[in-house]
C-alpha cells in the first residue's frame, strides 16, 4: 500500500489535503490532484501534467486517511514509477514557477543562465516530455541567447564607435600638422623670394 506523508500538497495548487475541497484523488495517469483543482479543469479534462485525458467521474480514485497512522493511502494499484512521475510533476511545476518569475519580474543573465542549465540536465534525467515546461524552457533559452547576442552587438557598436572617433582624431590631428607644414612651407617660400630678388639686386 502507497503511503503518503500526512503533510503530502497537491501537485497543482500546493495546498494540504486537510478540508473536504482539498481530498486528493488519483486520476488515469497516476497524477494525484485535490478535488477541487479537479473539478477546476476545463472539459474535457486532461492532466495538467502530462496531458493524458481521463473521465474526472469514473477514473479517479479516491484516497483516504489511515486514522492509524493519521497518513493517506490508496490501492496497490498506485505504482512507485508513478510516484516518482508525481514528484516530478511538482519539481517540473516549480520550475515553471521561476520561469515565470523571471519573466515578469527579470533577473541577472548568470542566473538565468544557471537555470537554463539546471532545467535542461533536470530533462535528461526524465522520461516524461513535460511538454509545458519544455515549451517554457526553449522560450527562455532562445530569449537568452537574443538577449545575449543583443548586448554583444552592442558591444561591437561601442567598440566600432571607439575606433571611429580615434581615427577622427588623428585625421584631424594629421590635417592640423599638414596645414601647419603648408604654412611653414609658404613662409619659406617667400624667404627665398627675398633672397633671390637681394641676389639679383647685388649682381646688377
Known amino acids: 500500500m502507497l503511503i503518503l506523508h500526512p503533510k503530502s500538497t497537491c501537485d497543482v495548487c500546493f495546498d494540504s489535503y486537510v478540508s473536504s475541497e482539498r481530498v486528493p484523488y488519483v486520476i ?3 497524477h494525484i490532484l485535490c478535488e477541487n483543482c479537479i473539478n477546476k479543469l476545463p472539459e474535457p479534462s486532461i492532466c495538467p501534467f502530462c496531458r493524458m485525458p481521463f473521465d474526472r467521474d469514473e477514473e479517479q480514485l479516491r484516497l483516504h486517511i489511515d486514522t492509524a497512522t493519521n497518513a493517506l493511502s490508496t490501492p496497490l494499484l498506485i505504482r512507485r514509477s508513478e510516484v516518482s512521475l508525481s514528484e516530478s510533476a511538482t519539481q517540473a511545476q516549480q520550475y515553471l514557477s521561476r520561469i515565470t518569475d523571471i519573466v515578469l519580474g527579470g533577473a541577472k543573465a548568470v542566473e538565468v543562465r544557471e537555470l537554463i542549465d539546471e532545467i535542461g540536465e533536470w530533462f535528461s534525467d526524465q522520461e516524461e516530455e ?12 532562445k530569449h537568452s541567447q537574443k538577449k ?3 548586448r554583444q552587438c552592442l558591444e561591437d557598436k561601442k ?11 588623428v585625421s584631424d590631428t594629421v590635417q592640423k600638422r599638414l596645414e601647419k607644414y603648408k604654412e611653414s612651407n609658404m613662409k619659406m617660400e617667400e624667404q627665398l623670394a627675398e633672397l633671390e630678388k637681394e641676389r639679383d639686386q647685388l649682381e646688377q
Open 28 to 30: 488515469k495517469c497516476g
Open 130 to 141: 513535460f511538454r509545458e515546461l519544455q515549451t517554457a524552457w526553449l522560450l527562455l533559452k
Open 148 to 150: 545575449s547576442d543583443l
Open 159 to 169: 567598440e566600432l564607435e571607439q575606433q571611429v572617433e580615434f581615427q577622427k582624431n
